[in-house]
Every structure is written in C-alpha cells, then in structure tokens.
C-alpha cells in the first residue's frame, strides 16, 4: 500500500510473531516499542534506520511472505490467523528470509503471526520512552526504572509480558476494562491472590522451553520443564474453576490452560522426575515405560554385579589383596594391581593379559571380564539408541502440540502479570482508573512510582499532588525553583497514563483517564554526537516531532523549552511553542518553564492556566514544599539553589548585585517579554514567508541568453558581481 510501512517482528526465545502496518511518522514509535536487538530492512530503502542491516530488496516480497507463512503453518491461507497487508506481508518474508539465512536453513519456532494495528497502542517514540526510563533508566539499567517499581510478577514470562505491557499501552478501552478488572478481582481476594501466585512461582518457563525444543536445541529437561508447566496449569485451572465470579478476561484464559492431558500423561509416564540436560549418557526415561529399555538396563546392572563378583575372585585366586578392577574411557575395563604383584601375572599360565605399565601399578585383561565388558557396552549402547528413539518421539509429539502450549504460556503469563498488578497495588495503596473517551485527565493525589519507591527506602515521605486537564483547561503552565519537583510532576502524571492505558492500578487516590493516543515527553536532553547535534538540537529535534505528531487525543510533556540558547532565543521560541501546542494542537500539556514572562500568555489563551510548586525561603534557607498549586511562581529561586549546591558566598552575593541591577532594568523597560502579548497568533511566520523584492532575480529572469554577444555577457556578469557586492 502506498505511503504504508510493514513492520515483522518475532521473539526468538518464544516463537511469538507479530505483524503491523503503519504511517511513515509512526514507524519509529512502532520501532521504540518493539526495542529489538536486530532490525532488518531493503537495502535500497532511503528510510530505513541506521543501525539496520541491510537486505536485497527481492527478499522483500508480499507473495514470498505468504507462501513463507502458509508452508511454515501447514495452511492454505492466513485468513484463519488475521487479516495481513501486503506491506506486512513483504516485511514477514524479509524476516524469515534472515532467520533462515542465520541459522543456516534451521528457523527457529515462529508461532502463528498476530496482526496489530498501528493504532492500538499507545505511540511513544525513543525520545518519550529515554526520558520516561519506562523499562530502563537514564544510567542503562533496570533500577530506577519504571518496570523495576511496578514488576512484582514470579516467573520470567510474566516479567516479560508486564515489559511489553509498559511498552505498548492500550488504546482499546473494552480491552483495558477488561485487565483493569482482572487487576480488580484479584486485589479484592488477597488469599486467592497469594494461592495463584503460589502456583505460577513454582512453574518452569514452558515458552523459553518449548522455544528450545521447536529450535531443535530441545533437551531431556525441557520436555520434564513443559510437563511439569502444564501440570500447574491444569492445577491453577482447577483453582479459579472453583470460582463463580471470573472477570471476562479470565473465563477467556481458564481453557487456555488446560487441554493437554494426553501429553502431560505421556510425558509423565515416559520421563524420570528430574530429567537431565545432557541426553548422551541416557538416564531420562523412566523405569515400566518400556520393557525392552528395562531388560537391557537390567543386563547392564547384572554385568556389574558379575564384574564385582570377578573382582572378588580374581583377589581370592591371586591372593593379591590390592587387586581391583577399574574403568576408563580408553582401556574399559581393566585389572589393576601394584607393580610389584605385576611379575605374577605375567606369568604365561595365569590367565591374565599385560595391558598396560604404570610407575606404581600394572594394568592387565582377562578373559572372562572381556566378556562381562562386551555385555555391559552391547546393552548400554543399545539402551542408548534406545531412549533417544523415545526422546525423538517425544520431541515430535510436543512440536505437534506447540501452538498450544504456547497459547497455555501466555495464559500463564498473562495471570501472573495481573496478580503482580494486584500486589503491587495492595502494596502501594494504588487505585483502580477510570477510563474515559473525552480528552481529559484528572488525577487526586497522584504520585511517582519510581521516586516513590526511592523515598520510602529512606523513610521519607513522597508529596502528592493533583492534576486536572480538560478541554477547556487543557495547557498548565508550571513554574517554580529547580529541584521544587517539577519534572518529577510532569513524569508523574505521563507514568500514570502508561499504567493506566498498559491496565494496571496507579499510584493515586484517584484518576480518570481520558484516552491517550500519542504520549510525548520533552524533559531533559543531552548531546547526540554520533548524529552530530547539539543538546539544543536534540532539544528541537524533539519538540518539532511534538509540533507535528500531537493531535487533540495527546499528552505533552514539555520541560523548560528553549533553555539550551541565549535568553531572548529560548523565551521567544517558548513562546511559540506554548501558542502552537494550545492553538494548534489542542492537547493536553504541562509546560514546566523559568520564563516568568510566559504567565502573560495566560490572558490570551484562553485554555491556559498558571500553575507553580510551593517553596519559601526562611533565614536565609530555601525550603521546598513540592505541592502544585495554582498562580504564576513569584520566584525561580536560583540564587538559593546555588547556595544550596554550595557555590560560594561571595559569588552567590555577587550574583545577587546583578540580579537587583538586571532587575531595576526590566521594570523599567517592561521586561524582555514587553510587547509580545500584541503580536496576533503565528503572525511572524506569516511575515516571514511573505515573499521579498530580488533585483538580481529580476534582472536575471529577463534576460535573453542567446542574444547576447561573448563580450556583452562577460560585461554583465562585472555588474552582477558589482551589484552582488
């Protein structure tokens, strides 16, 4: 489809495919959200990443990509598994054609492909999700980032699922009502909480397992892994079967999670509790599943048995109390006796054969163990071809059964994320949110998870805060000293929408959540110098997507714009930016700025309030109340933070003389921002694109070129050049 991108993604690990379709201006979120650790793309693509590798472009075919999928699948058409666009469809056969390529003809498992939609989730591209730290933090790891405050799942796949939750919040309502009250039902019932959790902790990773076993990496244990995974499954069935009351969500998981008794039976019956992961030296099958195995493992017992009892004879006839019979993997098995008995059994008629010297022993071969050892290896090697036979059976039957034990999986893995929701909630005092189709948001005592969490680790108190945004309020303008909380406020309230639109309780009394299309966040920026820009130019780079993508269903963040050039730059463009994001792109936004002069702007937009955080100076100490409250901030309070972060007395009073002095002189003036307040909405850039008078062009464009003669057209060119000049 013309300007349509198609976007194949897989997890390696669980065999999960998933296929999209977006706009161009949507792909790098869509790309953010997956965060894969390889992309792929045409070679000849002028849009294609960066760090992706780059593919022939006939790999990329919509026909190739169905004929793929159909022959992996064993159906004649997809349409029983969604519905795919051509361009999904050419990105799935750029997929599969690299993993066939990397793994030198061997796929690995590709579960049936799940269509997703371009607009059902929420966007958030890199820049949104680095500043959010939503599943690692600025310093590059788990801690301090949102997922490691939220996550109280107890398996590994849980842990994943809540990951891609946090990366692709809902844009469906009924589908977030639908883990909302999930999350509900099990925070209401904290012992049937506890029993499931129970439950889903002492369950094997059955996905990672299966992914293994599909990749032909399979090992006894991984089989013994999906055994024991869906006996709990059917034992957790069995626990919410008992109920009356299932939410929705879960009556659509409970038969998810059962199904397989024929081939828990089978591998029950077949495998040793605790298989090993080496399958080489045998041992994994059980005993009474198979005569014949038990027959030859009977004769490899009894010829131990009888090489114990050659043992004790060989000692009795030799009267050699030292003698013992061994075992390499060189020699098999051998006599062994201390060297000076050696000479004794060299001895022509006693029945012994030299095998070997040694400094303090001689190793030798007799007849009668010979036989015993031939009997031992023929039964050991035919037990061995034996339970491989068995293991192969079993591979193939649990490959055949492989959509539905990934189907069990994720069932699995959905319930331990909403009981992990339900803790943390319990834990933290979180509420239930309320899900709305108005562009609103309003939020009673909301918190930030992350500093939250820090602050109770230190006994401290974290300070709740509200936030009400409507259409007819719908851009807060907040103000007040750095370190007062300002961003915390902002990430707060952006986190919020994640958890609530992921279907997860929030860390809040209350909130009402108006569906987020498109979530972005501008607050804090550094230099990018692998693309060669700026922190200014990344701080830009990032506002303009913001000017182009927010639509009326958003929510900015926008965290002192303009900081990163001179006073008069920064004030001017944020400014502009406010009078874009309020007349322009109608979203809601929380603009936190130390540009006093943009309080003005409240008196002429009318969906603007001001807004600051609470702080006083007392004897001379700066004290922070981190409460939002309405008005516009009296103060940035600067010069006490410097103070704070120990710079200088003298500078410090210094910078006080120039303040006074900076001040008296923009009373006088009318300040920096005097006169903006008359400029009509967007009226510069209208004056800017106004076409100006160009002589040389009009001189230019009215010349006859062939006309002139070689002197005549040197002579011009001087002009021009002179007029140039």
Same mark, same amino acid.
């Given at each position: 489809?013309?300007?349509?991108? &198609?976007?194949?993604?897989?997890?390696?690990?669980?065999?999960?495919?998933?296929?999209?379709?977006?706009?161009?201006?949507?792909?790098?979120?869509?790309?953010?959200?997956?965060?894969? $650790?390889?992309?792929?793309?045409?070679?000849?693509?002028?849009?294609?990443?960066?760090?992706?590798?780059? @593919?022939?472009?006939?790999?990329?075919? $919509?026909?190739?990509?169905?004929?793929?999928?159909?022959?992996?699948? &064993?159906?004649?058409?997809?349409?029983?598994?969604?519905?795919?666009? @051509?361009?999904m469809?050419?990105?799935?056969?750029?997929?599969?054609?690299?993993?066939?390529?990397?793994?030198?003809?061997?796929?690995?498992?590709?579960?049936?492909?799940?269509?997703?939609?371009?607009?059902?989730?929420?966007?958030?591209?890199?820049?949104? @999700?680095?500043?959010?730290?939503?599943?690692?933090?600025?310093?590059?790891?788990?801690?301090?980032?949102?997922?490691?405050?939220?996550?109280?799942?107890?398996?590994?796949?849980? #842990?994943?699922?809540?990951?891609?939750d946090? $990366?692709?919040?809902?844009?469906?309502?009924?589908?977030?009502?639908?883990?909302?009250?999930?999350?509900?039902?099990?925070?209401?019932?904290?012992?049937?909480?506890?029993?499931?959790r129970?439950?889903?902790?002492?369950?094997?990773?059955?996905?990672?397992?299966?992914?293994r076993?599909?990749?032909?990496?399979?090992?006894?244990?991984?089989?013994?892994?999906?055994?024991?995974?869906?006996?709990?499954?059917?034992?957790?069935?069995d626990?919410v079967?008992?109920?009356?009351?299932?939410?929705?969500?879960?009556?659509?998981?409970?038969?998810?999670?059962v199904?397989?008794?024929?081939?828990?039976?089978?591998?029950?019956r077949?495998?040793?509790?605790?298989?090993?992961?080496?399958?080489?030296?045998?041992?994994?099958?059980?005993?009474?599943?198979?005569?014949?195995?038990?027959?030859?493992?009977?004769?490899s017992?009894?010829?131990?048995?009888?090489?114990?009892?050659?043992?004790?004879?060989?000692?009795?006839?030799?009267?050699?109390?030292?003698?013992?019979?061994?075992?390499?993997?060189?020699?098999?098995?051998?006599?062994?006796?201390?060297?000076?008995?050696?000479?004794?059994?060299?001895? #022509?008629?006693? &029945?012994?054969?030299?095998?070997?010297?040694?400094?303090?022993?001689?190793?030798?071969?007799?007849?009668?163990l010979?036989?015993?050892?031939?009997?031992?290896?023929?039964?050991?090697?035919?037990?061995?071809?034996?339970?491989?036979?068995?293991?192969?059976?079993?591979?193939?039957?649990?490959?055949?059964?492989?959509?539905?034990?990934?189907?069990?999986?994720?069932?699995?893995?959905?319930?331990?994320?909403?009981?992990?929701?339900?803790?943390?909630?319990?834990?933290?005092?979180?509420?239930?949110?309320?899900? $709305?189709?108005?562009?609103?948001?309003?939020?009673?005592?909301?918190?930030?998870?992350?500093?939250?969490?820090?602050l109770?680790?230190?006994?401290?108190?974290?300070?709740?805060?509200?936030?009400?945004?409507?259409?007819?309020?719908?851009?807060?303008?907040?103000?007040?000293?750095?370190?007062?909380?300002?961003?915390?406020?902002?990430?707060?309230?952006?986190?919020?929408?994640?958890? #609530?639109?992921?279907?997860?309780?929030?860390?809040?009394?209350?909130a009402?959540?108006?569906?987020?299309?498109?979530?972005?966040? @501008?607050v804090?920026?550094?230099?990018?110098?692998?693309?060669?820009?700026?922190?200014?130019?990344?701080?830009?780079?990032?506002?303009?997507?913001?000017?182009?993508?927010?639509?009326?269903r958003?929510?900015?963040?926008?965290?002192?714009?303009?900081?990163?050039?001179?006073?008069?730059?920064?004030?001017?463009?944020?400014?502009?930016?406010?009078?874009?994001?309020?007349?322009?792109?109608?979203?809601?936004?929380?603009?936190?700025?130390?540009?006093?002069?943009?309080?003005?702007?409240?008196?002429?937009?009318?969906?603007?309030?001001?807004?600051?955080?609470?702080?006083?100076?007392?004897?001379?100490?700066?004290?922070?109340?981190?409460?939002?409250?309405?008005?516009?901030?009296?103060s940035?309070?600067?010069?006490?933070?410097?103070r704070?972060?120990?710079v200088?007395?003298?500078?410090?009073?210094?910078?006080?003389?120039?303040?006074?002095?900076?001040?008296?002189?923009?009373?006088?003036?009318?300040?920096?921002?005097?006169?903006?307040?008359?400029?009509?909405?967007?009226?510069?850039?209208?004056?800017?694109?106004?076409?100006?008078?160009?002589?040389?062009?009009?001189?230019?464009?009215?010349?006859?070129?062939?006309?002139?003669?070689?002197?005549?057209?040197?002579?011009?060119?001087?002009?021009?050049?002179?007029?140039?000049?």
């Amino acid at each position: 489809m013309r300007g349509a991108i &198609g976007i194949a993604a897989i997890d390696i690990s669980t065999g999960r495919m998933e296929m999209e379709e977006c706009a161009p201006d949507r792909m790098g979120a869509a790309l953010a959200r997956l965060g894969a $650790s390889e992309l792929v793309a045409p070679d000849a693509w002028d849009m294609a990443p960066l760090d992706a590798i780059p @593919r022939g472009g006939h790999e990329f075919s $919509s026909d190739g990509g169905e004929a793929r999928l159909t022959g992996i699948h &064993g159906v004649a058409t997809l349409d029983g598994f969604g519905t795919f666009s @051509r361009p999904m469809l050419a990105a799935a056969c750029g997929l599969i054609a690299y993993l066939d390529h990397v793994g030198q003809g061997k796929l690995p498992l590709l579960l049936p492909p799940v269509a997703r939609t371009g607009d059902a989730h929420l966007a958030m591209d890199e820049a949104t @999700r680095t500043s959010l730290e939503i599943l690692q933090s600025v310093t590059g790891g788990r801690r301090g980032s949102l997922i490691e405050a939220v996550d109280r799942c107890v398996t590994g796949a849980g #842990a994943r699922q809540l990951a891609e939750d946090l $990366s692709a919040p809902l844009l469906d309502r009924a589908a977030i009502e639908a883990r909302l009250a999930l999350v509900a039902w099990l925070h209401d019932d904290a012992l049937l909480r506890e029993d499931l959790r129970a439950g889903l902790r002492a369950m094997p990773d059955i996905g990672r397992a299966l992914g293994r076993v599909v990749a032909g990496r399979g090992s006894p244990r991984d089989l013994g892994q999906i055994r024991d995974g869906l006996q709990g499954a059917a034992r957790l069935a069995d626990t919410v079967a008992r109920r009356a009351d299932l939410p929705a969500l879960l009556q659509d998981l409970a038969p998810r999670l059962v199904g397989h008794d024929a081939l828990i039976d089978w591998l029950t019956r077949a495998l040793v509790a605790a298989p090993p992961t080496e399958r080489g030296q045998g041992g994994f099958i059980a005993e009474s599943y198979d005569a014949d195995l038990d027959a030859l493992r009977s004769i490899s017992r009894d010829a131990r048995s009888a090489i114990a009892a050659l043992e004790a004879k060989y000692r009795d006839d030799t009267a050699i109390a030292g003698l013992k019979i061994k075992h390499n993997g060189v020699l098999g098995y051998f006599i062994e006796v201390p060297a000076r008995f050696g000479d004794q059994l060299m001895a #022509a008629d006693s &029945g012994f054969t030299h095998r070997q010297t040694m400094a303090g022993a001689m190793r030798f071969n007799a007849l009668a163990l010979h036989e015993e050892a031939s009997r031992i290896a023929e039964a050991g090697g035919r037990a061995l071809v034996a339970e491989e036979a068995h293991f192969e059976e079993l591979i193939a039957a649990t490959i055949a059964a492989r959509n539905a034990i990934a189907e069990t999986a994720a069932a699995l893995a959905r319930i331990d994320v909403a009981a992990g929701q339900a803790e943390r909630a319990a834990e933290g005092g979180w509420c239930r949110p309320a899900i $709305s189709d108005k562009a609103e948001l309003a939020i009673i005592g909301g918190r930030h998870p992350v500093v939250e969490t820090a602050l109770a680790a230190k006994g401290e108190r974290f300070v709740a805060n509200d936030c009400s945004l409507t259409m007819f309020d719908r851009l807060w303008l907040v103000g007040g000293p750095n370190m007062g909380g300002k961003s915390t406020f902002l990430r707060q309230n952006a986190l919020i929408v994640v958890l #609530a639109q992921a279907g997860g309780f929030v860390p809040a009394a209350s909130a009402t959540i108006g569906l987020v299309d498109r979530l972005f966040s @501008r607050v804090g920026a550094s230099d990018n110098l692998a693309r060669g820009r700026s922190t200014f130019m990344v701080e830009m780079v990032e506002t303009a997507a913001i000017l182009q993508q927010a639509t009326v269903r958003s929510f900015v963040i926008l965290d002192e714009v303009g900081r990163g050039t001179s006073t008069y730059d920064g004030l001017a463009l944020a400014w502009a930016v406010a009078e874009a994001v309020h007349g322009a792109n109608r979203c809601r936004c929380l603009f936190a700025t130390h540009y006093h002069e943009l309080a003005r702007l409240a008196a002429t937009c009318e969906a603007l309030s001001l807004h600051h955080v609470r702080a006083r100076e007392w004897k001379g100490d700066l004290v922070l109340l981190h409460e939002v409250t309405t008005g516009a901030a009296e103060s940035s309070y600067g010069l006490a933070v410097a103070r704070l972060a120990g710079v200088p007395a003298p500078v410090v009073a210094r910078a006080k003389a120039v303040l006074a002095k900076l001040e008296k002189g923009r009373a006088e003036t009318g300040g920096i921002a005097a006169g903006l307040g008359d400029l009509p909405l967007f009226a510069a850039s209208a004056e800017v694109a106004a076409p100006q008078g160009d002589p040389l062009r009009e001189q230019l464009a009215a010349l006859d070129i062939d006309a002139l003669s070689p002197r005549e057209a040197l002579d011009l060119l001087y002009a021009l050049k002179r007029a140039a000049d």
